[in-house]
């Protein structure tokens, strides 16, 4: 059994305007998600890339393949049932983000580290009404309460939709700050994942690639691509 994958069993793969927006159809039939409800999507832009990944399918199905699919079945079959506990889990980022923990040493990629990431702490103390503290090492920083409470209700108010994504470009960056960046137009996916590497890219350039760590690095950009499409989609007309 552990070559089986289900078959394409369509000719054609539509969007159909569905009660509270967008559903796909396959030969008529509406898609459903994996635990059997209805795959309704908020937004045309959702619903038309959902039905080309269908649509591209061949003999095989693969679910590799259908980022936006996995997207929208994550966002009504696990975010919409546990909003709170979704929300909790990714502002729970905010007290050890990323940008927080910088390098005592060498200069050089100390100095990077403050390039790249000081502005972006001033844009959360800016946009986001949440100022990080910055220590350097590994041992833990205590964030101002008022902070994580201002990260926690930004979270907090978005939607299934809106979660889905951002837990993508939140856990791939290992950064709130960053994923909240791209979320509002602040960033691009690819200059937040630029900016999350500064570390690993520093290490590359000192001691050369690893090739699987490269591949491996390389799947995890690409699925910031796909939250970061995603996330647009959802607010796309």
Not at 54 to 66: G, L, N, S, Y
Not at 94 to 123: F, I, K, M, N
Not at 151 to 178: F, I, N, P, Y
Not at 188 to 201: K, L, P, R
């Amino acid at each position: 059994m552990s070559g089986w994958a289900p078959k394409r069993f369509w000719t054609s793969a539509e969007v159909a305007e569905a009660p509270g927006g967008f559903a796909v159809t396959l030969d008529g039939r509406h898609v459903k998600t994996p635990a059997k409800a209805p795959l309704v999507v908020p937004s045309r832009a959702l619903a038309e890339a959902i039905a080309r990944e269908w649509q591209a399918q061949d003999e095989k199905i693969d679910p590799a393949t259908m980022p936006v699919t996995r997207g929208a079945n994550a966002a009504i079959d696990k975010v919409r049932t546990q909003h709170a506990e979704v929300a909790a889990l990714i502002a729970d980022y905010g007290g050890t983000d990323l940008l927080c923990y910088r390098a005592e040493a060498p200069r050089e990629l100390v100095a990077r580290q403050s390039a790249h990431w000081d502005p972006l702490l001033d844009w959360a103390e800016a946009a986001l009404g949440a100022r990080l503290a910055v220590t350097q090492g590994v041992v833990p920083v205590a964030q101002p309460e008022a902070t994580l409470a201002a990260l926690s209700a930004r979270v907090a108010a978005m939607d299934e939709w809106q979660l889905a994504a951002l837990h993508d470009l939140v856990g791939l960056t290992g950064s709130l700050v960053l994923g909240l960046a791209v979320a509002e137009g602040r960033l691009t996916a690819d200059e937040a994942w630029t900016i999350a590497q500064i570390d690993e890219a520093w290490q590359a350039e000192q001691w050369g690639a690893d090739d699987e760590a490269a591949a491996h690095a390389d799947r995890k950009r690409a699925a910031l691509l796909d939250a970061e499409r995603f996330w647009r989609m959802r607010h796309a007309l």
